[in-house]
Each structure stands twice: as C-alpha cells, then as structure tokens.
C-alpha cells in the first residue's frame, strides 16, 4: 500500500459511552419529537466531524464488543463483572450511532467472542504491516498497547472532541516503558474497571518501577527470588497465578478471526441525501446547515406538461362546470404569514392553469370560487394555504383532501412536510423544494416562468393521483374520522388563531430590557465585589480562572480550554460561595433577555401582534407545535420568565385575557386507558394525584403524613411512568440511585397494578398488530418491537406504552379546541380563542363576556371526550396573559 493511505480505527463503545456522558447534563434538550435522545449520538458526530477532517482517512472503520461473553469471560468469569449498567438512554442511542456510521460511509463490525479492542488490534496490526499510517481513537488507555511508529492511538480526554496522542516516544515520556510494557503493567496492577485482579497492593506506580528494573512480568519473576525480604516480594510469590492471567486479560489480540480486510473498508466520505434526511429526522439543525451539500438540477425530472394560463376567461371555465379542482398556491420564504405567493395553478386532473400574476386573486368569480364551502378542492396544506390568501383578501372553504395532513395521518414516523417527499413515498419522482429552490444563499425563485408553473403543475398532478389511493388507505385504518372531525377542521381553527395573533406591547418589553438590564448590572457589580476584581463573566475561561484559581473551589470538571464551568458543575459549587449562585442567576436572566425580551420584539408585526405558526404535523404523538416563535416554550417557573407573559394583552383595552387549562390530562388519560381502579378513585374523589401515589408508595397510612419532598418525587414518579422513563432517567430527576428509583418505580405498579397490565397489554398489542393507537385512532407504527436488537426493541416498548397516553391527551385538547370554536361563533361571542400552549388554552374577550367564559370553556373541554374520570379545567383571567394564570 501506498504511504498516504491511512486508516482511521474507532472503539465504538468507549466512544459512545463517553460522548454520553460528555453531553449529559442536556440529556433533556436533546431529544427528537419521537421521545429518542439524541445527546450521545450528537457528541460523537461532533468528534467525527473533527477527526475526519484532521485525519483525512482513506479508511475507516467503527469496531463495536457483540456482547458480554468473550473469551476473555471464559478464562475470567469476573472480568468486566462490576461495571454498572449501560443507562437505556444511551442504549437506545447505540444503533442510532451506527445508522449515522452507515451514513457517513464507515464501516462497522463486530465479532462473537472478541472484544471492539482486538477488532482494533487485528485491523491496525494488518494495516501497519502493509504500510498504512493508523490512527485509534477510544476512551480506553489500555489500547495504548497497540502505539508504533504507524499507529498513534488518541485517547479522549474529558468529553471526545479533545484527545491525548499516545505515540511510544509519549508512552515513553508519561510511563517510563514502552507501550509493550503497559500489558506487564496491567498484569502486576489488575485493572478496576475490567475487574481483573493483579498482583495485592501493586499500584500504577509500583507497577512501573518493577517493569522499568525487570522488563516484564516474566522477567519479574525470574528475578523475584534475588529480591529482599518485603511485604512487595511476598505479594508477588502469593499472587504469580494472578499476574500471569491479568497479563493474558490485558493483551489484544493482534490476530482475531475477522471477516473483513482492508479493501472492505475504503472510506469515501457521506452518502448526502441519506445523511440529510438522517440528520433531519434527528432535528440535528447545526450539522444540516455545516452541509456543503449540492442541490441537484431536477429541473430535467419534471414531466412536460402544458400549462394554460390563469386567466379571467379560464377562471370562468373553471368555476362554472361544478367540478372538484386541485389549487396550488406556492409561497416564497419559511413563514408563510410574510412570504409573497409567487404562483398559482388550478388542475380539473387533465388541464393545468397557472400564473405568477397574483393579481388574478382580485377576480371576484375566483375569490367567489375559493370562498364557497360547496365547491370542492384538494391541496397540500390548507393552514397555509388559508393564511397566505387572507393577506391577499381571499378567504378559502370546501377543502376536503389536504395532502399533508392525510400523510402525516398514514404514517407519521415518516414526517412529510414536502410534497416531493410524499410523491417519493409512492415512487413518484417530484423535486423537493429544496432541490427545486435551492438551499440557503443558493435558494432562489427561477427567473423563467414558465420552469416555475411546470413545477405547480406537477405538484398538483401528484396530488390528483394520490388523493384516492391515500384517503382509501386511511378510510381502511379506521382514520377517516380522525381527519374528517379533528385534523382537518382544526387546521381551519389553527390558520384562525395564527391570523388573528395576540397583541404583544412592545413598549412594556423595552421596559423589561431596561429592568432587567439594569438588573443584571447590579448582580454583575456584585459579582466582581465578591470576586475582587472585574472579567468577563460570559467566559468560561475568566469565570474558571476566579473560581478555581482565586476562589479556589473545588474543580469539578476540566475541559480542552481549561476548567468546566458549566450549569451542572456550577449547581454543585453553589453552596461553597455566594458569588456561584449569582452567576447562575445572571446566567438564566441573561438568556431570557436575550430570547424572549429582545428576542420577541423581531417577531412583532406592524399591527402590534405577533402570528405564531402551529406545526400540526410534526410530532408523533398529535401534540401541536409553535414555532416563529415558540410561544409554548416561555419559561414560567422563574419569576423572570413569568414576567414577560405581561407583554401579552388583549387587542382592546376594555377585554382581557381567559385562561383555561387542563388538570392533569395525561395521567387522568392513564387513569382511564389503564382502568387502574386505585387511580381511578383518586381522580374521582378529586384526591391531589401526587399526594396520593406518594401515600401509596411510601406505604402511609394518610396523606397529611406526604412530605413537600416526598410528593415532588411520587410526581416526577407519576410523569416519569407516563413517558416510559427509566430507573435511570428518574434516578437523575429526582437525585436519586438508580437502585432507589428502580426500588419507586416497583412500588408504584404495585401500588397500580392496573397500570402495570396496561403497560404489558399495549407492548402485545404493539407486538400482533405493529402499532398503537390512541383513543381517536390516531396510530403510530412501531416497526422495531420486533427488532432483533434488545435497545432498539426496548425503546419500541417504551412508546408503545406512552404514545396512546400522550396521544390521546393531544387529541382531547384538539377537539375542544374545535368544539370551542363551533360554540364562540353559536352563542354569538366577541371572544377570540389566540393560543394552544400544552393543554391549556388562551382567549381575548371583552369584560362583559368573562362571567360568561368562566361557564362554557369548562362545559365545552369537560365534555370533549367521555373518560372513565372527570376531566377537570381551571380558569383564570386578567389584563395580562401573566395575570390570567
């Protein structure tokens, strides 16, 4: 082989277990819409991003352990004995990282009986021999063993994006021997991690100096009879049988039977547009934008259609046969409440009429035509389609087919929000917008009409072949009511609410900038007076330096830049020194300053309110998503955060703002689906839920015996069951072992056994029939429960038991939402219902009406859905969303 060949080796185990934890203390943030976490999987293409570039291999390979019985076991059954178990959150990670792997065109493999390490070890060897530079990459310093003058091998150093090079002149340098010499050394010191024992009382040192003196462990003991009487020498002779088998246990194999060679395993580099779609699927938006990836030039797929033109005569044609039409009406830009409509095409299914002359949607018989509720249309989005006319004083009614929501309905695993990707689906070859327009600075509008018009006529073409064949297949899942009664009527209600918007003072967020900003002057003069000197308190690296080199605090965690000052090490420093918690809560007003004070005030438009998008297809459970901006996600659990709801205010002075929440909604959801009696009563005898389980689970005899910490860990208990979460997960929430929260989490299905057959009765149904479904049938596929992987099957497990939950809590909020609005319009009411947040709802009303409000919102959501127990609202109003909470 050629000397600029060059493999690259990853120990995928090690690799991953360490980006884990590197990203740990955001477990929470990064988390797809499926529930999946993510932080690992994040981590480690952050490293791989780096080494590739600085590597550049022209081989790769990712070697992971097949499992816990190796060789090594059967010579030491205790090997590895006392490591603890891998958390689920990352296990259910492990087969993400090798999609990712796969996608980034390296190879993985394992092999029955032999470790990651010696997969390493045969590969790095084979490559050295033929000339190959090789590079190691792993968390494990026991690879060390493998260092030449062709192998380097980088060993993570706190995280994965930083590495230590193990090269025989460092090896020489760090231990004194070479990096032969660390086999012998783990054979005199055993190693605690892999459990193996060594020789009694030896230690690194210890280890080193015999190695340095003698050579080796045989060496060692050809001399141990010449050494002086010592408690040392006595250790040697008593533990020779231990030395030898550590030394075994600690040599990689260098000759492992693989399957594979170097020819196998050429590297030539991301395969994109699976890579671009993977990376979307996990909302991995910094590594899409990091993506030089070339859009193709589709513009040869589309068919060549013959596209008439828009016209007042053809709009007359059109309208006057009684006939059901396809509408496009393309928007340009990512919020479609500001992006001009640049195109129009209408198809009877064998004409297409098109223009790029929006002037057309002044022609009275077509806005006539949109606005009838008896003429019927297809089309992809109506919630979009709804608002980007109403800008051009165009109201549109009569839909029944919206591509995206049937689609989204069909399967939402496999979220569509383009119709290029729903035509895909059924072997239909569109453009993307994406590859249509282009992406980011590339992302234009064509300059030839005509390109652009062919384009909607095609969209519409695919349209009117799929419509029968989709509303069939959702007809045949029991679905057609889901989207006949809730999906597509509330995307009527949604474009309402995101029209009207909610009127936000921006006059009163300025004066919050100016509060809080004087606010933060204050802590920042008060942290340079504790401090004793002044820095800059937005870098880790001066705030490291104060903290632990002139405070001297405790260091807790170093990263490559010098010492963590992270959210999760300054939590643990708080109580060493007042000038910690200051900076935490100069940390937390700054960045709700920063997005939502300043941040709020870009998104509010001319008429003083600010029109929120509502995603209805994203999730899978059915919960509703806001985005430019996200209202729902206003931090309310600081006083701060709190405060910026006092911006929000109804459009007139003599109205206020209606609040109406749900209690509870999912775990009464579980109440109901489980048929758990002891829950059941709770919620009837309107009993305070976590107050109860906390009686229950501690085994009390009455809930005035509940302690305020006893009741917040039966909560996060009673949420943690309803999203599957683990010993793990709630050992974190709670600050708790694992061994504890495992002990909770046995004690609550005991205490609810109902809830325990539910769990065990939705993974079988999951299992005969490949999904779940909610109360309104709202289905979600599970094609991993039957998956042969155990993480992969575990956390299929895991949604199909908190999916319908979730589910249907989205589903109930949906139809109120509707039924809500039915009865605003019936009784003749002023009020404007404005906001979804979770699962509560936010009206504008004129005072006059609250009294009103006050009876029918809870009559209407109470009486939503039927359940097992009552469904419980609170209402609240005010002159501010912070006052109506």
């Not at 509010?604 to 059915?622: E, F, S, V, W």
């Not at 908190?802 to 989205?810: E, H, R, V, Y």
Request: glycine share 6%.
């Amino acid at each position: 082989m050629s000397e600029n060949k060059k493999l690259l080796l990853i120990d995928g185990n090690s690799v991953s277990f360490r980006a884990f934890f590197a990203m740990h203390n955001v477990l929470d943030k990064f988390v797809t819409g499926e529930g999946i976490h993510t932080n690992a999987l994040y981590a480690f293409n952050n490293m791989l991003e780096i080494i590739l570039k600085d590597e550049k291999p022209t081989h790769a390979l990712v070697a992971f352990d097949a499992g816990k019985t190796t060789f090594r076991t059967e010579m030491f059954k205790e090997y590895k004995g006392t490591r603890a178990k891998t958390p689920p959150e990352l296990m259910e990670q492990l087969p993400l990282i090798q999609d990712l792997l796969n996608y980034r065109g390296i190879k993985t493999y394992e092999l029955p009986n032999y470790e990651a390490d010696d997969i390493i070890g045969t590969m790095s060897h084979k490559a050295a021999n033929e000339g190959m530079d090789v590079t190691i990459i792993t968390g494990d310093r026991d690879l060390t063993q493998l260092s030449t003058d062709k192998i380097t091998v980088k060993v993570n150093v706190k995280g994965v994006t930083e590495t230590e090079s193990y090269t025989p002149e460092h090896v020489k340098e760090k231990l004194g021997n070479t990096p032969k010499q660390i086999i012998d050394m783990k054979g005199l010191m055993g190693d605690n991690s892999d459990h193996y024992p060594g020789v009694e009382k030896v230690g690194e040192k210890t280890a080193i100096k015999l190695i340095n003196q003698y050579g080796s462990v045989e060496d060692v003991y050809d001399h141990v009879d010449e050494m002086k009487k010592s408690k040392l020498k006595e250790h040697l002779i008593n533990d020779k049988d231990k030395a030898f088998l550590s030394k075994k246990l600690a040599t990689i194999d260098l000759d492992a039977p693989i399957e594979i060679g170097l020819s196998d395993v050429e590297y030539h580099g991301d395969n994109q547009e699976q890579l671009m779609q993977f990376y979307q699927k996990m909302n991995f938006k910094s590594f899409l934008d990091r993506m030089d990836a070339p859009t193709k030039d589709s513009t040869a797929e589309l068919a060549d259609l013959d596209v008439k033109e828009l016209n007042k005569a053809s709009v007359e044609k059109l309208v006057q046969e009684n006939q059901t039409l396809t509408l496009i009406v393309e928007g340009f830009g990512d919020n479609y409440h500001t992006s001009p409509i640049i195109g129009l095409m209408i198809s009877d299914g064998k004409n297409y009429y098109g223009t790029t002359d929006f002037s057309i949607l002044e022609n009275e018989a077509l806005k006539a035509w949109l606005a009838d509720s008896s003429k019927e249309k297809y089309l992809f989005d109506n919630k979009a389609t709804i608002a980007m006319l109403h800008r051009y004083g165009c109201e549109i009614d009569g839909v029944t087919f919206d591509m995206l929501l049937v689609a989204y309905l069909l399967d939402s695993n496999d979220n569509k929000q383009d119709i290029g990707l729903v035509a895909r689906n059924y072997n239909i070859n569109l453009p993307t917008e994406d590859e249509f327009y282009g992406k980011g600075v590339k992302k234009a509008v064509p300059e030839d009409d005509d390109l652009l018009l062919k384009f909607l006529a095609q969209k519409a073409q695919v349209i009117d072949k799929l419509k029968d064949k989709m509303m069939a297949e959702l007809k045949d899942n029991d679905q057609d009511s889901l989207y006949d009664e809730i999906e597509l009527p509330l995307s009527k209600v949604l474009a309402e609410m995101e029209i009207k918007g909610i009127t936000v003072q921006a006059s009163k967020l300025k004066e919050m900038e100016n509060t809080f900003g004087a606010k933060l002057a204050e802590i920042e003069k008060d942290i340079y007076k504790d401090a004793g000197k002044e820095f800059n308190i937005n870098s880790p690296k001066q705030l490291g330096v104060v903290l632990f080199e002139d405070l001297k605090l405790p260091v807790i965690k170093k990263t490559k830049t010098g010492y963590s000052t992270s959210v999760d090490v300054l939590e643990k420093l708080k109580d060493k020194s007042p000038l910690v918690q200051k900076v935490l809560d100069y940390r937390q007003i700054s960045k709700i300053q920063s997005t939502y004070v300043v941040g709020l005030q870009k998104f509010i438009q001319p008429d003083n309110k600010i029109h929120t998008i509502y995603l209805q297809t994203l999730t899978q459970t059915g919960r509703l998503s806001s985005i430019e901006p996200n209202l729902q996600n206003i931090p309310i659990r600081v006083d701060e955060g709190k405060k910026i709801r006092k911006a929000f205010v109804p459009q007139h002075d003599d109205w206020e703002i209606f609040s109406a929440d749900y209690s509870q909604v999912e775990l009464r959801v579980l109440a109901h689906i489980s048929g758990d009696e002891h829950m059941q009563e709770a919620f009837k005898e309107d009993y305070d839920i976590h107050a109860h389980t906390a009686m229950r689970i501690f085994g009390l005899n009455s809930t005035d015996e509940v302690t305020p910490n006893m009741r917040r860990q039966a909560k996060a208990t009673n949420f943690g069951i309803v999203y599957g979460i683990s010993d793990y997960g709630l050992s974190q929430n709670i600050g708790i072992s694992r061994k504890q929260a495992g002990a909770f989490i046995d004690s609550y299905f005991e205490q609810y056994p109902g809830v325990k057959q539910y769990m065990d009765d939705i993974v079988k149904y999951a299992r005969e029939n490949g999904y779940v479904e909610t109360i309104m049938h709202r289905r979600r596929y599970l094609p991993d429960i039957h998956s042969k992987n155990f993480n992969v099957r575990n956390f299929a497990k895991r949604t199909a038991m908190n999916t319908p939950i979730q589910g249907s809590a989205a589903d109930i909020i949906k139809v109120a939402m509707i039924n809500m609005q039915k009865m605003l319009e019936k009784e003749k009411l002023q009020a404007n219902l404005l906001l979804q947040v979770h699962d509560e709802m936010i009206f504008e009303a004129p005072k006059s009406e609250i009294e009103t409000l006050e009876k029918l919102v809870p009559s209407v959501m109470d009486s939503a859905v039927k359940l097992d127990v009552p469904l419980k609202v609170e209402t609240a109003h005010g002159k501010t969303w912070y006052e109506a909470k």
